[in-house]
Structures are given as structure tokens and as C-alpha cells.
């Protein structure tokens, strides 16, 4: 469990990130690097400066200067802009998708805002690359409620040239989590 950890955005009325009507938090931080990346400025895992960036949760915009992107925050600076839409949720089966970047990256803030929102009984979902140690899946496994697992390419050269990986370890835990449940789309 960690305070702490990096984003970039919350988004609001997410209805394509999982059941519902969500509050989608973006992870700062990928071990990807693919070609067609939709959100290049989740890549690195630090806050950069990067120009023209608008619409970016807690982003003062300024166009004479180059804006921040990605702020540190803490569990509960999260917590309250999830819960914020609880009526929402409750409404339409909906609740926090955590995405990036990849989630997975900072494992120990992921497992704790999780874990914050099981307390609060919010649904939960990940939308995870597969790229992280399967030991990091165990930790978070009991508090994640839906898996949307991003398996991009099956051939191995081809994804490790689109996605600068291996899709070997993507495939393993894939199969893994398969074997213990049906909570993955
Ligand atoms: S996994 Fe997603 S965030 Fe990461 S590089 Fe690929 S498209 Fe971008």
C-alpha cells in the first residue's frame, strides 16, 4: 500500500471503460511504447512539460507558457473526485476505472485506492496492459472487480515491434487470471 503516486487525468461519465457510468483515473507511466499511442503523455512516469495539452484534470492551462503534465497526488485527493458521481454509479452499475499509461506501474498506490474504493463498496476495474509481474496481479486481485486487459497483438516479433515488448509475460498472466475466474473483458 503507498499514499501517494502519479496521474495525469481523472475523467468523468467514462461510459466506454468498463459497466456503467465510471470515474476513469489515468495512471502516469507505461512500459509500452506502442506505435499508435493515444495518449503519449501517460508514456513517461514522471510529470514532463508538453504543449498543448487541454482538458487535463487540475491543469491550469496557459497558452503563453508549456503546461505540466501530471500532477502527484494522494488516495484521498482521488477518492474525492470518485466520489463525487456515487449517485451516478449507483444509477447505472458504474464506478472507478483505473487506466494509464499502465495502472499496474505503480502497483502499491493502485492496490490502495482499490482497496479505499472496495471499502466504499465502488466497482472497480482495471485497464491493464498484462505487462507487470504476476506477483503484482496477486496484489491486487481480491479488491479489482473487472479486468479490461489490453491484449494488443498475438504474434510475439510483431507486438515487440508495434509495442517495443515481449507479449510473453501479457500471455502468461492472461492465462493465469483465465484460470482463476471470469472477471476479464
Ligand atoms: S499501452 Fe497504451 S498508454 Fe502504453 S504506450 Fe501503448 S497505447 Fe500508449
Redesign the pocket.
Request: proline share 0%; charged share 10%; hydrophobic share 10%.
Given at each position: 500500500m503507498k499514499n501517494t503516486g502519479y496521474i495525469f487525468d481523472i475523467k468523468k461519465y467514462s461510459v466506454n471503460d468498463g459497466q456503467g457510468i465510471r470515474t476513469t483515473v489515468f495512471f502516469k507511466g507505461?512500459p509500452?511504447?506502442?506505435w499508435?499511442?493515444?495518449?503519449p503523455e501517460?508514456?513517461h512516469t514522471e510529470p514532463e512539460e508538453i504543449d498543448n495539452c487541454l482538458f487535463r484534470w487540475n491543469l491550469t492551462y496557459d497558452p503563453t507558457q508549456r503546461n505540466k503534465i501530471g500532477s502527484q497526488v494522494t488516495v484521498a485527493e482521488v477518492m474525492k473526485e470518485i466520489e463525487k458521481d456515487l449517485p451516478f454509479y449507483e444509477e447505472s452499475n458504474g464506478g472507478a476505472t483505473f487506466s494509464?499509461?499502465?495502472p499496474m506501474l505503480q502497483i502499491d498506490f493502485l492496490q490502495s485506492l482499490l482497496a479505499e474504493c472496495k471499502r466504499k463498496d465502488i466497482h472497480t476495474a482495471i485497464d491493464t496492459?498484462g505487462y507487470a509481474p504476476i506477483s503484482d496481479f496477486e496484489k491486487i486481485y481480491d479488491y479489482t472487480d473487472i479486468f479490461l486487459y489490453?491484449l494488443k497483438l498475438m504474434d510475439d516479433k510483431i507486438h515487440f515491434e508495434y509495442?517495443g515488448v515481449s507479449n510473453k509475460l501479457i500471455h502468461e498472466n492472461l492465462i493465469n487470471l483465465s484460470s482463476r475466474g471470469d472477471k476479464i473483458i
Open positions: 507505461c509500452l511504447n506502442c499508435w499511442c493515444h495518449n501517460s508514456q494509464g499509461g499502465e496492459t489490453d509495442c
